[in-house]
Every structure is written in C-alpha cells, then in structure tokens.
C-alpha cells in the first residue's frame, strides 16, 4: 500500500537542510514525551494510539446506528462546531459528490450541519428546507454544553418531535458527548437517545477518529474502516521507534519552526481540488488552536487552487514576505475528463485537446510552486496518491502527531485552548445569563 509522502525540498532556500535536521534530536524527545505524558496537556493524549485501539465492536456498533439513520432518513443534521464539526465536514466533503444535495437518485442521506453558527437567516433556511423530509439528527459536544449546537439541537428537536412524535424522534436523534457530564448527556439520558461517548482525554480538535467524527462519516456512506486503517498506517510511521528522517511528522514540524524561526509567521495550507475545502478548515483549527497561545504560534490560513489565485495569489505572491506554504497535491483524481476539441477553436484551448483536465491543473500547480518559490514562498509538499479515506486517515494522524511535536517545540501546552472562553465570557454577560451578573456589569461599562 502506497501512502502520503512529504516533500520539503522547495522550502531548503529559504532555511537550510540543516536548520531542519539538526532539531532531530529535540524532535525525537518531544515525540517521546508525547507518547510518555509527561508534556503540558498530557492529560488530552489520547488521541495518540485511538486508531490502533478502536475495537471492531466499536466500529460496528458505529456502522449499526449509522445503518439505523440511513435506513430511516433522507436528510441528516449533524451539529457541532469546532472538532466536533470540522472532520466530519472535511472528509463527507472530499469524498461525496460535490453536488450531493442535489442529486436525485441517492444512495445516502443528504448531510447537512447545524450548531456551527449562530446565523438565524442560516437557521431559518434550514428548518424550512426539513420541512416534510424524513430527517434525523447527530447531535454532537464534549462539553455538551457549546452554545451554537445546544441552540440548533432546541430548534430541530423541536421540530423533529412536531413532525413524527416524541417516540419516534427518539429513534432519530443520536447523541455524541462526554460520559457523565454536561447539558447533553442529561437530556440524552432522560429523552432515552442512543449516545456514544467521546473519551474524556481526546480534545475536540483531535476528535475526528472517535464517534465525534466515525458516525456522521458512516451516515455519509464511507468506509470509516478504511479512513481508521489509514491513520493506524501513519501511527505506526510516526511513532517514536521511527527515525528522524523516516518520520514525515517529525520533518514536518521540525520544518515549520524552522521557517518560523526565520521569520515565517503564516503558513497557508493549499490544495488544488475543491473538494478539500474543508480539509483545510480541520487543518487550520488543529494548529491555529493547538499553538496560537503566549503570544507565539504561526497564523493558519487555507486557499484553494486556483480559484484562490484570483485574489489572493497578488498576495501571496508579492506581499509582505512573512509566509510559506504546504500543498496538498493529489497524484491522480478520481474521475476522468478529457478536454473536447472544438472546430472553431474561438477559446484558443485546441492546443489542450485530447488532454485531462487534471493535466492543466498539474501544470497549474507546478507553474505556482515555481512562481511562490521565486517569490520567496517556501514550499512544503503533502502528497496523497488519491483522495480517499485511507488516505485522509493518514493525513488527519500525519497532522496531529506533527501538531503535538511542534507545540512542544514552541514551549506551550498545544492541548488545551482558555482563548476561546474570553468571547463566550462577554457574551453570555451581554445576553444577561443568570450567574454572569458581575462580567455584566463590568462589560456594560466599557460599551
Ligand atoms: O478543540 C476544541 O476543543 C474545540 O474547538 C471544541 O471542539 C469546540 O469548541 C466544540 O466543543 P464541544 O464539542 O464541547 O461542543
């Protein structure tokens, strides 16, 4: 079995090799205290052997209840934000059709998402879109107590007991949520919902591999074997008997805090195929919360190619030389499509016939590697031999193992995230939530 590869060759002039290579030792000692928990967060680590650990019983106990809601839906909500979203949303994305919603003639249920906003037109449109379908809902938070998603689950439970009765929404609504604690596991509890539970030490962002992300993944009708098979492939690739230059996580993270340490404070993670969207989206929350912390860490952003070339490749190219960026490069697409010749060749495009479309995003691709490396944008390279889920596997481990190293590298705790409070803290103050009367008063005076 081929898997993804990591190529750092066009970031090696901006940095040199050896700023890469001389941190092996260091690198080396993080992943160890990584798999020995004796780092800050050691009480999150275990993300670091789920793939490895997650039992067949588990797995099809996944499969069964997913079974159950297909059978039952042609529409499924799944709510979460955060981890609790993103990996979901990233994988059913990179692998379903991207005109999913509108096909006619399904195989699975359409996946929506709620609970990762708080839009009311976006709420609106989705209540009024599940009016009359069958629909069931995944309901997902570790906390069980996340503001946006208990907000939407209120409206779609509500709406799901109106449409089909008390009972029978019981059998469509599924929690995912802490074992004992918080807001959801009561309510599941009391209303009977079938629950899975995420494990108290794996963080939201690191979540994808438990049923945060394995149930509305097998709602969608992909293997979650075969994405469990390819992270257990890159647990073993990372692991801390794997040497230095052998371990593509190691290299990476030793390759961003170089450049980092050089000066490079963005990274832009770039894929040349739509359909990775929100692979980019998990990316950017895994490190931007993982390390954005004391005033340190590298600012995460995403594009996609070459639709983002359009705007903001003025910037990349030409604008203040702070960044560098890793592409997701895809070997071979799933799909063919030959360019048609045309008789009156108006477009100028015959010299393309006969040639795959993939064939002009290949070249488009080079042609931007080579003008971003001329325009002092060192480039790192994540190549995936095709888009699939063993392959998504091993990227989501490749990425959080490196993640876990390059915290450490930075001296800060990449597993838990007190940013995020400061805004819930202001506005649960604003909206006058019982026991916030102080912070109430206090935010009231600086408006
Ligand atoms: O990584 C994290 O911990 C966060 O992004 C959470 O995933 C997010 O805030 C959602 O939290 P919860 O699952 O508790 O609702």
């Not at 209120?154 to 089909?164: C, G, S």
């Not at 060192?378 to 596997?393: C, D, E, F, H, Q």
């Not at 649960?428 to 408006?447: D, H, M, Q, R, T």
Request: glycine fraction near 10%; proline fraction near 4%.
């Amino acid at each position: 079995m081929k898997s993804i590869s990591l190529n750092i060759e066009k970031a090696l002039g901006a940095i040199s090799k050896d700023s890469v290579y001389s941190q092996a030792d260091q690198v080396n000692k993080f992943n160890h205290v990584l798999e020995d928990g004796t780092g800050k967060g050691s009480d999150y680590l275990g993300w670091l052997h789920l793939p490895s650990a997650i039992t067949d019983a588990e797995l099809t106990d996944i499969e069964q209840t997913a079974e159950v809601l297909r059978s039952k839906c042609d529409v499924v909500v799944a709510i979460g934000i955060g981890g609790s979203y993103l990996g979901t949303r990233a994988v059913v994305e990179a692998l379903n059709n991207s005109f999913d919603a509108l096909l006619t003639e399904r195989t699975n249920p359409v996946m929506l998402y709620a609970g990762h906003n708080i839009g009311e037109d976006y709420l609106y449109e989705l209540t009024n879109y599940l009016k009359g379908k069958q629909f069931g809902i995944i309901n997902i938070s570790k906390s069980g107590t996340t503001t946006e998603p208990a907000l939407a689950f209120r409206l779609l439970k509500k709406q799901l007991e109106d449409a089909v009765g008390k009972e029978e929404a019981k059998h469509r609504i599924v929690a995912v949520t802490d074992a004992s604690k918080g807001a959801l596991r009561t309510l599941a509890n009391q209303e009977g919902y079938k629950t899975f539970v995420i494990p108290d030490n794996v963080g939201g962002r690191f979540s994808v591999l438990t049923p945060v992300g394995l149930l509305p993944i097998a709602v969608a009708g992909i293997s979650i074997r075969d994405l469990v098979a390819g992270a257990v492939a890159m647990e073993a690739q990372t692991g801390v008997d794997v040497p230095f230059e052998q371990n593509p996580s190691a290299i990476y993270a030793a390759t961003r805090n170089a450049l980092y340490q050089s000066g490079k404070k963005i990274e832009i993670l770039a894929n040349f195929h739509p359909k990775l969207h929100y692979i980019g989206e998990w990316w950017k929350q895994l490190f931007g919360e993982s390390e954005g912390k004391e005033g340190k860490g590298i600012f995460n952003a995403a594009v996609d190619l070459t639709t983002d070339l359009h705007s903001m490749g003025q910037w990349i190219q030409e604008g203040e030389r702070t960044i560098f960026e890793t592409v997701i490069s895809i070997e071979k697409p799933n799909h063919t499509v030959l360019i048609p010749t045309d008789e009156a060749d108006l477009d100028g495009l015959n010299f393309l016939a006969g040639k795959h479309v993939d064939d002009v995003n290949k070249m488009a691709e080079l042609g931007t590697q080579l003008a971003h490396v001329d325009g002092e944008v060192p480039n790192l390279k994540i190549t995936l031999p095709l888009v699939n889920a063993y392959y998504i596997g091993e990227l989501f481990y490749f990425f959080e193992r490196a993640c876990g190293m390059s915290g450490y590298l930075l001296g800060i705790n990449p597993f838990d995230q007190p940013g995020v409070e400061a805004y819930k803290k202001n506005m649960f103050a604003l909206l006058n939530k019982p026991g916030f009367e102080k912070e109430s008063e206090a935010i009231k005076a600086k408006l």
